[in-house]
């Protein structure tokens, strides 16, 4: 009932930027947290950056300086900003939502990917 959506994704030259959105739609009741991840060719997926509503942020090592991690609550929306672009930022990059459903319970949810690839 839940669904991420991405959009931002593409093709960019070293020292470019890119902007990533995620749009959370279906039923819940509150987002707890939004955050980025990414997965390069060959490798493991990491932590990009996230933001709770109340506030706490965390970037990975590997962006931090470059990338910036927003959201806008009333659109249950969030954005990457990512400058100075290195080819080593080549990834898919999924969208996460942690949720609370009716009742309390909570859930982890997954956007599809997008792929961001940086090359001349």
């Known amino acids: 009932q839940v669904q991420l959506v991405e959009s931002g994704g593409g093709l960019v030259q070293p020292g470019g930027s890119l902007r990533l959105s995620c749009v959370v739609s279906?039923?819940?009741?509150?987002?707890?947290?939004m955050g980025w991840y990414r997965q390069p060719p060959g490798g493991q997926r990491e932590l990009v950056a996230y933001l709770t509503t109340g506030g706490k942020i965390d970037y990975g090592n590997s962006v931090k300086g470059r990338f910036i991690i927003s959201r806008d609550h009333a659109k249950n929306a969030a954005y990457l900003q990512m400058n100075s672009l290195k080819p080593g930022d080549t990834a898919v990059y999924f969208c996460?939502?942690?949720?609370?459903?009716?009742?309390?319970?909570?859930?982890?949810?997954w956007g599809q990917g997008t792929q961001v690839t940086v090359s001349s």
């Open positions: 279906g039923s819940f009741t509150l987002i707890n947290r």
């Open positions: 996460k939502a942690d949720v609370e459903a009716v009742g309390g319970y909570g859930y982890e949810y």
